[in-house]
Each structure stands twice: as C-alpha cells, then as structure tokens.
C-alpha cells in the first residue's frame, strides 16, 4: 500500500490547556482550524484513508460538504488518541455510513489524509 500521506499537525495538549483555563472560543477556534484544513485537503487531493481523533471525526461530520466528501472518496475511516463516546457505535454515524469507508479504531495520536494512487 503506498500512497502520499497528508498530517495535519494537531496538538491536544495545547487545546486540553485552552479548556482549563476556560478558553472554550479558542479551543473551539483552533478545532475548526483543523477541519479547515482537512477540509482543503479532501476538495483538493485524491483521499482514501482518513485517520483522526474522534473528537474531530465528530466536527467533520457537522459540515454536510465534508461529509458528502469523505462519502465520494474515503475507503477506510480510522480513529485514535482519544475516548470514543460510544465503543459500540465507533466512527461517527454520518462518516460510518459512508458508502465506500470501512471504519476501524486505532492506538494512536495522529492524524493524516493519506493520498489514493
């Protein structure tokens, strides 16, 4: 399996801190950041795979265009490096359903796009 993998360089930590000191507008800020820019590159780069928190998985499915997007092109949704609401249902209910993406958990804290070949 090769491919060309897209990261967008996330850091929980930073947001963790935002939240304690009750910066929820930052945090919020930099979260949409984030989907910003995976937003960009699933309209602009051919993706098979998408590996996130389930925190972001979440966001991402709030936008009906990246939804739309991932449902088009993404063959494998993968999710770690946070708790999962809910172990039984896995990936968000709008992304799993995506006709072509098998979802499947991860162990891991990154997250990427890789590209299809």
Same mark, same amino acid.
């Given at each position: 399996?090769?491919? @060309?993998?897209? !990261?967008?360089?996330? =850091?929980? $930590? %930073? ?21 910003? #820019?995976?937003?960009?590159? /699933? #309209? !602009?780069?051919?993706?098979? @795979?998408?590996?996130? !928190?389930? &925190? ?7 936008? =009906?265009? /990246? @939804?739309?997007?991932? $449902?088009?092109? @993404?063959?494998?949704?993968? %999710? ?7 172990? =039984? ?5 709008? /992304?799993?359903?995506?006709? $072509? ?11 990427? /796009? &890789?590209?299809?070949?």
């Amino acid at each position: 399996m090769g491919g @060309v993998a897209f !990261t967008i360089d996330l =850091d929980p $930590r %930073w947001v963790r801190k935002l939240i304690a000191a009750g910066k929820a507008d930052e945090a919020n800020a930099y979260a949409e950041h984030l989907i910003d #820019q995976a937003a960009f590159v /699933l #309209q !602009t780069q051919d993706v098979s @795979v998408l590996f996130s !928190t389930p &925190p972001l998985l979440e966001r991402l499915a709030r936008r =009906d265009d /990246l @939804v739309e997007l991932v $449902r088009e092109k @993404v063959q494998l949704i993968g %999710w770690g490096g946070a708790h999962i609401p809910d172990a =039984d249902q896995g990936c968000h209910p709008r /992304l799993s359903a995506a006709p $072509r993406a098998a979802p499947t958990g991860r162990s891991d804290s990154r997250a990427g /796009l &890789p590209r299809r070949r």
